[in-house]
Nanobody
């Protein structure tokens, strides 16, 4: 059973940057796709970005040009570089991975506020 652990969340001012990490307890090269989701209270979890094992990426329209997803198979870690952060980016961010099963991390809080 693979465990996913997110880190890197915190409080940042509007316009600032954060880099989230999602560390896996096993090899991520077996995952067909890895994704970042986010959720605010009372709303559905939404897809932020995804990356395949061939490094094809996709992004939600709301984060295109500001967020960058990447993965380092040697470190068994996925990243989300978030720049030009806005208050509406405030959410709990979750990493997700899919092979033959779906795995979720526990989430990390990102708060964008002055």
């Amino acid at each position: 059973q693979v465990q996913l652990v997110e880190s890197g969340g915190g409080l940042v001012q509007p316009g600032g940057s954060l880099r989230l990490s999602c560390a896996a307890s096993g090899s991520i090269s077996n995952f067909y796709v890895m994704r970042w989701y986010r959720q605010v209270p009372g709303k559905q979890r939404e897809l932020v970005a995804g990356i395949t094992n061939g490094d094809t990426t996709n992004y939600a329209e709301s984060v295109k040009g500001r967020f960058t997803i990447s993965r380092d198979n040697a470190k068994n870690t996925m990243y989300l570089q978030m720049n030009s952060l806005k208050p509406e980016d405030t959410a709990v961010y979750y990493c997700n991975a899919f092979s033959h099963l779906v795995y979720w991390g526990q989430g990390t809080q990102v708060t964008v506020s002055s």
